[in-house]
């Protein structure tokens, strides 16, 4: 199920202005890769190319390939629409859909995908989607009341049991523990490291700790100036870049001495 | 900080002089200094408070004034025996009673108020969705105000406009509706062979309440937020899907409170129905027949310049009947967007 990707040559542009500059990386299957770097820089962005969501702001555009499993997301051919339905993603602010119960949250990427889902079929999978993002016992008595009615950090969860529930070949998360007390963040960093047994994650976070805790792989990003592009500084196995990184400026922002 | 003896937390007076660390800080109580149970107000706050007191109260007093004006003018049709009325009452000759007068009255104006916002509301919402999610940003704006310019058009225009324009154009699919569909009763009897019937009226109607539908429908629609129309679409939806999944929910309390503005205009509408419809005083589905229905503000236009003492009483009456109507729409309009409350988005 999990997929490699392999990012060759990107640039990423708002309108005329180019946000990230020459990104050239590679990610494994069933790993966690952690993007960290100072606000601005591009990491959101990035992690948006990975899906096409870019795209879906006005003037947005991506030149360079982004491949997953040797196929290039951004050749002529491809649907975004599939390209995202194989890619989940768990946005930084909680998104569970206020108008729909918890589990039609939970439905809704399958109910896209498959619109005859039988009803016990549904019901199995929100329970196994749900007990994936460590949630079931605590919203299985309430499965027919709004997502909106769960806490922050439950809401977060349903939000990543929604990203599972299709089955996602990757599943790309922008700093899901912001928003979130650190009993939360603790769930949600155990439910990573489970979850990276059948997918390919790539996380974004401010958090160095969280970096090291759940990521193989790290990778920093960082900004030349104001007006300048965000560019990737170096990616390596997660311990190499926090006790060794082979950058100055990577060995600057880890041990706090950025800016 | 003499954190011990002042047991005045911060804030309850935002208004009050910084305390300096070194004094002792007067003993405060947690209740406002002036009034208990009150919480401080100061300045604009205070304005402000009494400037929307005010106008709520103002909108109250002048609905109380209207209804008391109409039941008060009613009194005497209401009051007054049926033969009485029968006989003093011209236009009433035809008819047994005052309710057997309001009845078919009622009757014609919802059918034609329901007819409008059955054809206007999906157009409404299919052009509001059209400028707030599909067309490129120059299109979009233009189109919101040729939409816009609909409402600025006057009634009277729209009447002559649906007399002489559109009830000759329409008429032939009318007569080819009233042939092939004939056997379901509401295109059924014989098809006016000018045009002017009920289902013209609504096309008018449906014109006429488009515009405000569309600006509020589209308003609404510009406030889905983001967050959730991307949630949406990083699942995999395609557009349609994403609108199906948030816009269109989260828009639904606020396009029923545009029908019912656009309802209830079509309902008080005088001119436009005066000047098409071929009127009748019938409990009549047939929306292609001549000679069936009539509504009521177009009926007190129609009879209002010669009735009597007692007629204007009963033109009155029924005036009244629309204001309830009007009313109840506005408050079942409200129990519709208070049902689903919770998963509405608003909390
Ligand atoms: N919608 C947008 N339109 C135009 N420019 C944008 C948009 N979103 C982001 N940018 C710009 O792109 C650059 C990168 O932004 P991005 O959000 O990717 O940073 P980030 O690394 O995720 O920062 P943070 O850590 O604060 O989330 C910034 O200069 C930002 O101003
Ligand atoms: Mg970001």
Same mark, same amino acid.
């Given at each position: 199920? !999990?997929?490699?990707?392999?990012?060759?040559?990107?640039?990423?542009?708002?309108?005329?202005?180019?946000?990230?500059?020459?990104?050239?990386?590679?990610?494994?299957?069933?790993?966690?890769?952690?993007?960290?770097?100072?606000?601005?820089?591009?990491?959101?962005?990035?992690? #948006?190319?990975?899906?096409?969501?870019?795209?879906?702001?006005?003037?947005?555009?991506?030149?360079?390939?982004?491949?997953?499993?040797?196929?290039?997301?951004? !050749?002529?051919?491809?649907?975004?629409?599939?390209?995202?339905?194989?890619?989940?993603? &768990?946005?930084?602010?909680?998104?569970?859909?206020?108008?729909?119960?918890?589990?039609?949250?939970?439905?809704?990427?399958?109910?896209?995908?498959?619109?005859?889902?039988?009803?016990?079929?549904?019901?199995?999978? &929100?329970?196994?989607?749900?007990?994936?993002?460590?949630?079931?016992?605590? &919203?299985?008595?309430?499965?027919?009341?709004?997502?909106?009615?769960?806490?922050?950090?439950?809401?977060? #969860?349903?939000?990543? !049991?929604?990203?599972?529930?299709?089955?996602?070949? &990757?599943?790309?998360?922008?700093?899901?523990?912001?928003?979130?007390?650190?009993?939360?963040?603790?769930?949600?960093?155990?439910?990573?490291?489970?979850?990276?047994?059948?997918?390919?994650?790539?996380?974004?976070?401010?958090?160095?700790?969280?970096?090291?805790?759940?990521?193989? #792989?790290?990778?920093?990003?960082?900004?030349?100036?104001?007006?300048?592009?965000?560019?990737?500084?170096?990616?390596?196995?997660?311990?190499?870049?926090?006790?060794?990184?082979?950058?100055?400026?990577?060995?600057?922002?880890?041990?706090?001495?950025?800016? | 900080?003499?954190?011990?003896?002042?047991?005045?937390?911060?804030?309850?007076?935002?208004?009050?002089?910084?305390?300096?660390?070194?004094?002792?800080?007067?003993?405060?109580?947690?209740?406002?200094?002036?009034? =208990?149970?009150?919480?401080?107000?100061?300045?604009?706050?205070?304005?402000?408070?009494?400037?929307?007191?005010?106008?709520?109260?103002?909108?109250?007093?002048?609905?109380?004034?209207?209804?008391?004006?109409?039941?008060?003018?009613?009194?005497?049709?209401?009051?007054?025996?049926?033969?009485?009325?029968?006989?003093?009452?011209?236009?009433?000759?035809?008819?047994?009673?005052?309710?057997?007068?309001?009845?078919?009255?009622?009757?014609?104006?919802?059918?034609?108020?329901?007819?409008?916002?059955?054809?206007?509301?999906?157009?409404?919402?299919?052009?509001?969705?059209?400028?707030?999610?599909? =067309?490129?940003?120059?299109?979009?704006?233009?189109?919101?105000?040729?939409?816009?310019?609909?409402?600025?058009?006057?009634?009277?225009?729209?009447?002559?406009?649906?007399?002489?324009?559109?009830?000759?154009?329409?008429?032939?699919?009318?007569?080819?509706?009233?042939?092939?569909?004939?056997?379901?009763?509401?295109?059924?009897?014989?098809?006016?062979?000018?045009?002017?019937?009920?289902?013209?009226?609504?096309?008018?109607?449906?014109?006429?309440?488009?515009?405000?539908?569309?600006?509020?429908?589209?308003?609404?629609?510009?406030?889905?937020?983001?967050?959730?129309?991307?949630?949406?679409?990083?699942?995999?939806?395609?557009?349609?899907?994403?609108?199906?999944?948030?816009?269109?929910?989260?828009?639904?309390?606020?396009?029923?409170?545009?029908?019912?503005?656009?309802?209830?205009?079509?309902?008080?509408?005088?001119?436009?129905?005066?000047?098409?419809?071929?009127?009748?005083?019938?409990?009549?589905?047939?929306?292609?027949?001549?000679?069936?229905?009539?509504?009521?503000?177009?009926?007190?236009?129609?009879?209002?310049?010669?009735?009597?003492?007692?007629?204007?009483?009963?033109?009155?009456?029924?005036?009244?009947?629309?204001?309830?109507?009007?009313?109840?729409?506005?408050?079942?309009?409200?129990?519709?967007?208070?049902?689903?409350?919770?998963?509405?988005?608003?909390?």
């Amino acid at each position: 199920m !999990a997929q490699r990707i392999d990012v060759k040559d990107l640039n990423i542009y708002y309108g005329d202005f180019r946000a990230v500059a020459d990104v050239e990386m590679s990610v494994e299957p069933r790993s966690v890769t952690a993007f960290i770097g100072p606000s601005g820089c591009g990491k959101s962005t990035f992690l #948006r190319t990975l899906n096409r969501m870019h795209e879906v702001i006005p003037g947005a555009r991506v030149e360079g390939r982004v491949e997953i499993d040797g196929v290039d997301l951004y !050749a002529p051919d491809v649907d975004p629409v599939a390209v995202r339905r194989q890619i989940g993603m &768990v946005f930084q602010r909680p998104n569970p859909f206020p108008t729909m119960s918890i589990a039609d949250n939970v439905l809704a990427g399958v109910r896209l995908n498959n619109r005859r889902i039988s009803k016990g079929d549904a019901q199995d999978l &929100v329970e196994q989607s749900l007990r994936g993002a460590n949630l079931w016992n605590e &919203v299985k008595d309430r499965l027919d009341r709004p997502g909106s009615g769960l806490s922050g950090g439950q809401q977060q #969860r349903l939000c990543i !049991a929604r990203a599972i529930a299709v089955k996602p070949q &990757v599943l790309l998360m922008d700093e899901p523990c912001s928003a979130l007390d650190p009993i939360s963040t603790l769930a949600i960093e155990d439910l990573i490291s489970e979850l990276k047994a059948d997918y390919t994650i790539v996380i974004v976070t401010h958090n160095m700790q969280q970096a090291a805790r759940v990521s193989d #792989r790290t990778a920093f990003f960082n900004l030349a100036g104001q007006g300048q592009p965000g560019k990737l500084v170096e990616v390596d196995d997660t311990s190499v870049i926090f006790s060794a990184p082979r950058e100055q400026a990577t060995e600057d922002y880890i041990s706090g001495r950025f800016g | 900080m003499t954190a011990t003896t002042s047991p005045a937390p911060a804030g309850t007076d935002p208004g009050g002089p910084p305390e300096s660390a070194g004094s002792r800080p007067p003993r405060r109580s947690l209740r406002g200094p002036r009034r =208990a149970g009150r919480p401080v107000e100061r300045g604009a706050s205070r304005v402000f408070r009494w400037t929307a007191t005010g106008a709520g109260a103002l909108i109250l007093v002048v609905l109380a004034a209207v209804a008391v004006f109409l039941v008060v003018k009613a009194m005497p049709a209401l009051t007054a025996s049926s033969g009485e009325l029968v006989d003093s009452v011209s236009f009433m000759r035809n008819s047994s009673s005052l309710a057997d007068y309001v009845g078919p009255l009622v009757f014609g104006t919802v059918l034609a108020a329901v007819l409008a916002l059955v054809l206007a509301v999906p157009v409404a919402i299919a052009i509001a969705l059209f400028i707030s999610h599909y =067309a490129p940003r120059r299109l979009a704006s233009g189109l919101g105000y040729v939409v816009d310019l609909l409402a600025a058009v006057p009634s009277v225009v729209y009447g002559l406009w649906g007399a002489m324009v559109l009830a000759p154009l329409v008429q032939p699919l009318w007569s080819w509706l009233g042939s092939t569909l004939g056997w379901i009763p509401l295109f059924g009897g014989t098809v006016s062979p000018t045009g002017r019937v009920i289902l013209t009226v609504g096309v008018v109607l449906a014109v006429m309440i488009l515009p405000i539908i569309t600006a509020v429908s589209r308003e609404v629609f510009l406030q889905t937020p983001r967050l959730y129309e991307e949630a949406a679409l990083a699942l995999g939806a395609t557009r349609w899907e994403m609108i199906r999944m948030t816009v269109l929910p989260f828009g639904r309390s606020g396009v029923v409170s545009a029908a019912m503005l656009g309802l209830g205009r079509a309902l008080g509408e005088t001119m436009a129905v005066l000047m098409i419809l071929s009127q009748g005083f019938l409990y009549s589905f047939l929306l292609l027949a001549a000679g069936q229905q009539q509504t009521i503000a177009a009926n007190i236009a129609a009879q209002f310049p010669e009735a009597s003492d007692m007629g204007m009483s009963v033109l009155i009456a029924t005036g009244l009947a629309l204001f309830v109507i009007t009313l109840v729409v506005n408050m079942s309009a409200r129990a519709i967007v208070a049902r689903r409350k919770d998963f509405s988005g608003a909390n």
